[in-house]
């Protein structure tokens, strides 16, 4: 397995569209478990989208670490097929957008449909953080991150607070 490289804000790959997985094969099954390599090195993160590691296709890994305790979900071509008319705010961080975070306003719950690395579907409702989580990640398979929700104001303000910090990180 490999570790791969996080991209940040502004890498233009993080705005770009990914495209669906159509085959089932031993190279995505390879992409997958270096997805959860790479997000396990986080030590913090809990989601991570293939085009954040400048891979533009429809791959997902979430652990939520459920009372301390590894819970893998792989989500390959994720759709959410229904969203609940209730909102909630809560706050949110991306390993793309480091030391940010901010409160966004999302459905509650989700009906979600996705397949398995093996090519398994599922259909299920997702509440709670993994609903949060869920959509924050397809959200980047489609280009978007949690920042374009913000005024413009805010959102220049967090791409500049990651400039800075990677100038000082790079020193
Ligand atoms: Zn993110």
Same mark, same amino acid.
């Given at each position: 397995?490999?570790?791969?490289?996080?991209?940040?804000?502004?890498?233009?790959?993080?705005?770009?569209? !990914?495209?669906?997985?159509? !085959?089932?094969?031993?190279?995505?099954?390879?992409?997958?478990?270096?997805?959860?390599?790479?997000?396990?090195?986080?030590?913090?993160?809990?989601?991570?989208?293939?085009?954040?590691?400048?891979?533009?296709?429809?791959?997902?890994?979430?652990?939520?670490?459920?009372?301390?305790?590894?819970?893998?979900?792989?989500?390959?071509?994720?759709?959410?097929?229904?969203? !609940?008319?209730?909102?909630?705010?809560?706050?949110?961080?991306?390993?793309?957008?480091?030391?940010?975070?901010?409160?966004?306003?999302?459905?509650?719950?989700?009906?979600?449909?996705?397949?398995?690395?093996?090519?398994?579907?599922?259909?299920?409702?997702?509440?709670?953080?993994?609903?949060?989580?869920?959509?924050?990640?397809?959200?980047?398979?489609?280009?978007?991150?949690?920042?374009?929700?913000? !005024?413009?104001?805010?959102?220049?303000?967090?791409?500049?607070?990651?400039?800075?910090?990677?100038?000082?990180?790079?020193?």
């Amino acid at each position: 397995m490999t570790t791969l490289e996080i991209l940040t804000i502004p890498d233009p790959r993080l705005k770009r569209k !990914s495209i669906e997985i159509n !085959s089932f094969d031993d190279q995505l099954k390879k992409t997958v478990a270096d997805m959860y390599e790479t997000l396990y090195a986080t030590g913090n993160g809990i989601g991570l989208a293939a085009p954040q590691v400048g891979i533009l296709k429809r791959i997902v890994v979430i652990d939520l670490k459920v009372d301390g305790n590894s819970s893998p979900i792989t989500f390959i071509n994720p759709k959410i097929v229904r969203f !609940s008319e209730n909102k909630s705010v809560n706050e949110e961080g991306c390993l793309s957008i480091p030391d940010y975070y901010s409160e966004i306003e999302r459905p509650q719950e989700v009906d979600v449909e996705w397949y398995d690395e093996e090519g398994k579907k599922s259909n299920k409702t997702l509440n709670g953080l993994l609903s949060i989580c869920i959509q924050h990640e397809i959200d980047h398979l489609n280009g978007i991150l949690f920042i374009d929700y913000l !005024s413009k104001l805010k959102r220049k303000l967090a791409i500049e607070k990651v400039k800075k910090n990677q100038l000082k990180h790079n020193k």
